[in-house]
């Protein structure tokens, strides 16, 4: 019907520690298989800087707004909410 999304999985935009203390920002319809394959090292981004750490997760019903919002995220404008709405994870992780 009019104004129902056709939709028959979701999408995911996450965030993972690495081990050098950067943040991985991605995009996937199917999260627990992406997050597979970047601790198997099968994601060349992430393949050196593992062990990783899933610290953030968000979920949309249609991928252009995950792949809008995963590319928002990394802009400085992006990095600077991230900054503030996760500030009490990035303190107690020592990334303030």
């Given amino acids: 019907s009019r104004g129902e999304a056709n939709v028959n999985y ?3 935009v996450y965030l993972l520690l690495l081990k050098n203390c950067q943040i991985y920002t991605g995009s996937t319809s199917d999260l627990p298989e992406r997050l597979r394959a ?4 099968k994601v060349a981004s992430t393949r050196y800087r593992r062990p990783l750490k899933l610290i953030h997760y968000e979920v949309y019903l249609l991928k252009e707004d995950a792949v809008r919002r ?25 990334l303030h």
């Fill in 10 to 12: 979701m999408w995911f």
């Fill in 38 to 41: 970047h601790q198997n090292g």
């Fill in 70 to 94: 995963e590319k928002f995220l990394k802009t400085s404008d992006g990095k600077l909410f991230l900054k503030r709405q996760l500030s009490a994870l990035f303190k107690q992780l020592g």
